[in-house]
């Protein structure tokens, strides 16, 4: 199967710093208050291919419309994700927590859910930033993988 | 529209195993000029496809979700996947990402097919 890896390059490629560099096992490092920290610390998070249910691939789309007044600029993706990194928690369903890593969504931070389940019961779990960059980031966790992603304008 | 930054070149070695040399940037972009080779690199006597990531310069999540959708239609081919040239860097993806678990990597091309 896996056989010694090729040197290291010195160079490192331009996705470089948009990877998380810790292993797919998450750690917790800071609780935010309300927070539940199960199900979570030191477990790993799961491949696409992996977790329940089947794997599906679900694409939204949304129309954004900007202040078309005079001399306004179009949004960029760079904006609209940004906005959208730093409001994440609140764009969750009644009844469901997302507890951002104090440093915001960036590549390896840890953040904690609080989900509304059918029949009342609450399920805590956690997911960490896979990946992260100007226009798109992924979240994993363990039970399966989503990646948010802003395609067009 | 930003446009694909990726080559791909399909070599068939034998009846049951081609190789997808892959040169540049694999993300959604690339969607399409995957799923070309792919349909070259398969016949119906195709058993094995295997990656060569030597040429690969750049890899978004998104282009970790394109290779998920190859192997899961390889798979429905009852093919295998494989993969080598993956650097250290790459090869950290794959595992983060659990893909090590359902490709296996291999040094090098000579690894690779005598796995085949």
Redesign the interface.
Known sequence: ?????????EE?????A???SS??SLKVTNIPSGALNLNVDGRQ??????GFGQ?W?KIYRIRLKADEGEGVPPLTAKEIIKTWKVNFPQFWPTGNRFYGPLTGIAPGEVALLSLSMPGGIRLSTGVLV??A?EE???L?DTTR?C?C?L??L | MPQANVMMNVRRVSPTISIIDIHGDVSAFAENVLMEAYAEANTPTTRTIILNFAGLEYMNSSGIGLLVTLLIRINRQKQRMYAFGLSEHYRHIFELTRLSDAIKIYENESAALSAA
Not at chain 1, 1 to 9: D, G, R
Not at chain 1, 12 to 16: E, G, L, N, S
Request: glycine letters at 6%.
């Open positions: 199967m896996s056989t010694s890896p090729p040197p290291t390059n490192q490629p331009r996705d470089a948009y990877w998380s292993g797919s998070v799961v491949g696409p291919l992996q794997m691939q896979l990946y960059d798109s980031f992924t994993d993988t990646v992603r395609d067009n």
